[in-house]
């Protein structure tokens, strides 16, 4: 199993900017001295007490230059609102930067509100997707690119630098509607899944789909990998777990309810205690172990995204402790 840690990087009316980009990357440094696999990064415009991450590659870029092990991953960046060529080039960037640490996170996108300022027409969305995959792709394995498409054009273009990852950075893609799962498998890249957004159930379909979808274009469902982003937070006991979870928690839903966040699914319409109850790694070590398993066997996934601080209002001591007790205690049973 993988381990990694993931932010959006809300914040807070109460909070500075510079302090939550402070955290992200001595949470990231702390990660990679305790051994967890990875750090995933997430795009997000327009709303900052969800996110004031819109560029999660330039956050990418300062982690990679103070940690030595841990991968750096984006989930996702919203591939329909970047130029693919340009997007190919600033993610091999990073690999070169990071020695080969790159994971190239992806996803559509479903908040309109990222379309409309983007001056991008939101049904366009999935075309753009896979189209400027493809031309990404092409960037990273082509010397010499051309692309003739609907939306993008090249003309024997070298793109550099390539990255050192070969043949080029692992895909994830995200997958949150019914229509994604069979899509990802045809293409055979690694999912990333979000049970609080389309519930657990909805995630067992999907991957029952996607992995049928692998081997109907002949890819083989053991070299992927299946990532599911689950809060989490380890303490001695399960009472003091649930109160640091809690206001976190009850931010994030606030921010939904809000309805400046549209794009969550089912989560706004949840309760703190049912997200707990069902979205959550959260208690002491072996509560936490025992979940995991659960998490692993509903789901046969190879690894476990940390939502630790979902709603930004945990602090950085707080977090820190349930990570330090998460690699003493509970990451040895996985490793």
Known sequence: MEFGLFDQLPCAVTQQTATRYRDIIAQSQLADQLGLDSVWLAEYHFNPRFSIMPAPLLVASAIAQCTKNLKIGTAVNLLPLHQPIRLAEEVATLDVLSQGRTIFGIGRGSNPEHYEGMGIPVDEGRPRFTEALELVLKCWTEDQVSHQGEYYQANGVSVIPKP???????????????????MVGSLGH????????ITSEGVRQGLDIYRQKLVEHGHDPAQVKIIPTLAAC????RKKAEAILRPTIENYLGVLRGGRSRGSGRAVTLSCQEFLKDYAIVGDPQECIDQIARFKEMFDCQGIMFWHNIGGMV????????????ADKVLPHFK
Do not use: C, D, G, W
């Not at 043949?167 to 995200?174: E, F, G, K, N």
């Not at 380890?234 to 006991?237: K, P």
């Open 190 to 197: 690694n999912i990333l899944v979000t049970p609080l957004i």
């Open 315 to 326: 602090s950085n001591e707080e977090l820190s402790r349930s990570m330090k007790l998460f």
């Open 164 to 182: 050192i990852q070969q043949p080029h950075p692992p895909v994830y893609i995200a997958s949150n509607s019914p229509e994604t799962f069979p």
């Open 234 to 237: 380890v303490a001695e006991n």
